[in-house]
C-alpha cells in the first residue's frame, strides 16, 4: 500500500544542477529516515545522502558541499538538490524511507523505483 516515488532525474551537462524529489505515500504512521542512494554502471549501489527525523545528515565524501538533502513532512517528501555534477555523478538515484504504518506495527525500509541521471561531459 506505501509507495515511494522518485521524480527530477533527467540529462544535464557538466557543472549543471538538478533536484530530485521522493514522496512517500499510503497508509502512513510515521516516517523515521529517509535517503538517498545511487548505483553507476559496474558499481555496488552507495550511500549519497540521509536525513534522520531528528539526527545529523550524513553525506558521501564525493558529493559534500555540492549535495543537499532536505525533507518536508508534511508532504513525506524528501529532496535532493545537486550541484555541480560531474560525469561521475551518473547513475540510478534511489530514494528510501523507513515508513511505520500503524502504531503496533514493525517499521520497513521502502525504496523507490529509482531515477536516471546523466552527465554529460
Known amino acids: 500500500q506505501v509507495q515511494v516515488v522518485e521524480s527530477g532525474g533527467g540529462l544535464v551537462q557538466a557543472g549543471g544542477s538538478l533536484r530530485l524529489s521522493c514522496a512517500a505515500s499510503?497508509?502512513?504512521?510515521?516516517?523515521?529516515?529517509m535517503g538517498w542512494y545511487r548505483q553507476a554502471p559496474g558499481k555496488q549501489r552507495e550511500l549519497v545522502a540521509a536525513?534522520?527525523?531528528?539526527?545529523?545528515?550524513d553525506y558521501a565524501d564525493s558529493v559534500k558541499g555540492r549535495f543537499f538533502i532536505s525533507r518536508d513532512n508534511a508532504k513525506n517528501t524528501v529532496y535532493l538538490q545537486m550541484n555541480s555534477l560531474k560525469p561521475e555523478d551518473t547513475a540510478v538515484y534511489y530514494c528510501?524511507?523507513?515508513?511505520?504504518?500503524?502504531?503496533?506495527?514493525?517499521?520497513?525500509?521502502?525504496w523507490g523505483q529509482g531515477t536516471q541521471v546523466t552527465v554529460s561531459s
Open positions: 528510501n524511507a523507513d515508513i511505520k504504518r500503524d502504531l503496533g506495527g514493525p517499521t520497513f525500509r521502502y
Open positions: 499510503g497508509t502512513i504512521f510515521s516516517i523515521n529516515a
Open positions: 536525513i534522520p527525523s531528528g539526527g545529523k545528515i
